[in-house]
């Protein structure tokens, strides 16, 4: 048995989600970076960040609430969801905040009642392309719809400010942010005839984080986006919204077995946390979000193992054919890295499974940490 511990625990290593933000701000220098809180907004991680110097990007007045209640200027945060209910948007104008984003004639009206004059953002459509996360395809609207749209906003008396974009969650191809970032231009050349000038391009999120692979450096977005930003008409301000990249791999999942069994010739493993109390990006990517993964057992013979939750829905299999040590037993923990990202957020009670309690380390390494970094073979 391992050591005792309440589990299911997600560790959160502070020290590596200060790693990770400076050196996505380091790889992208001149670009201001708005962390996405809803990725996790645990209080301690947005109090680091803040710390840090990160800005923050924003879904709801409860997600300002609580920025505010740790000291961060709401003048300085983004409210980059662009369909909000009305009560917020009062609520957020109210407080400071001053830059909304929108892609519908519906938040045009709401913005201009609520929040009069305010700068907005308006949201272009991303093309679908290779994210190993399929988070786009809700919001934004072409070109030529967004210049419509923000001549619709600056006639209603607000103050056409930005575009924005988002690629998809955990975009593995560098060159997705190019095709956006040339419409991007066009818009600009387009509103330009009709005298609007931008301020700001919102680059969103996206940027990968690793899991059981490593994705390209992020030299290489930031190529892809300098170049994209030189050819733009005019320069502009770039922000970046990023989430899972500065969390992500701070995080690891302690849970413990709660019984094997053999079915049909194949070995499964149940945990105590599965897609519906912590690990919901399993359900939602069909599987295919290799969080690397070890046990406290360690033993030299590895046996394959399907990873499932605690529920009695068989949709809580959080991976298959993960290798683990052969004689798997009841009560071994079983580490799942990666994990700092959308994970507590996203979890319900489901069949009466709580979702992981969070503790927060800092200056000491968490739980197999270590061991976790790089691919654990048969991954
Ligand atoms: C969720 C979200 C992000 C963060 O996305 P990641 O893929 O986690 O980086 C950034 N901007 C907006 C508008 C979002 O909705």
Not at 215 to 227: D, K, W
Not at 272 to 285: C, I, K, Q, R
Request: charged share 20%; proline share 7%.
């Amino acid at each position: 048995m391992a050591r005792p511990v309440s589990t299911p625990e997600l560790v959160i290593d502070l020290d590596a989600v200060a790693d990770a933000y400076r050196g996505i701000a380091a790889a992208l220098p001149g670009i201001a970076v708005h962390y996405a809180t809803k990725c996790n907004p645990h209080p301690d991680v947005l109090r680091r960040l803040h710390a840090l110097g990160s800005r923050f990007e924003i879904a709801s007045a409860a997600e300002l609430e609580l920025l505010e209640t740790l000291g961060v200027a709401p003048g300085e945060v983004l409210y980059s969801n662009p369909v909000k209910p009305v009560a917020h948007i009062a609520r957020a104008f109210a407080t400071g905040v001053w830059r909304f984003a929108f892609d519908s004639h519906d938040e045009i009206a709401k913005l201009a009642q609520v929040a009069p004059g305010a700068a907005v953002v308006v949201r272009l459509a991303a093309p679908r392309t290779r994210s190993d996360v399929p988070s786009e395809g809700k919001f934004g609207v072409d070109p030529e719809q967004a210049v419509e749209l923000v001549l619709a906003a600056r006639a209603r008396g607000l103050r056409p400010y930005g575009v924005a974009f988002h690629v998809g969650s955990q975009m593995l191809a560098p060159d997705a942010w190019s095709r956006p970032l040339r419409a991007v231009g066009w818009l600009m050349e387009r509103l330009a005839e009709h005298g609007v000038r931008l301020s700001m391009v919102d680059l969103g999120g996206g940027f990968p984080a690793r899991y059981a692979a490593s994705p390209l450096p992020l030299a290489e977005y930031a190529a892809v986006i300098e170049a994209g930003l030189a050819g733009l008409p005019y320069g502009v301000e770039a922000v970046i919204e990023p989430g899972r990249a500065v969390v992500a791999e701070a995080g690891t999942l302690v849970a413990s077995v709660i019984g094997t069994a053999l079915r049909g010739g194949a070995r499964w493993a149940h945990l105590d946390v599965g897609a519906f109390n912590g690990l919901m990006e399993s359900l939602e990517t069909g599987n295919r979000l290799r969080f690397p993964v070890r046990d406290s057992r360690d033993s030299a013979q590895r046996d394959r193992f399907h990873l499932t939750g605690p529920t009695c829905d068989s949709q809580d299999t959080i991976l298959f054919d993960v290798e683990l040590s052969a004689d798997l037993s009841v009560g071994d923990h079983v580490y799942l890295g990666s994990t700092g990202a959308y994970t507590t957020v996203y979890a319900s009670h489901f069949n009466g499974f709580a979702p992981p309690t969070v503790r927060c380390v800092s200056g000491q390494a968490a739980p197999g940490r270590g061991a976790l970094v790089g691919a654990p073979p048969g991954q």
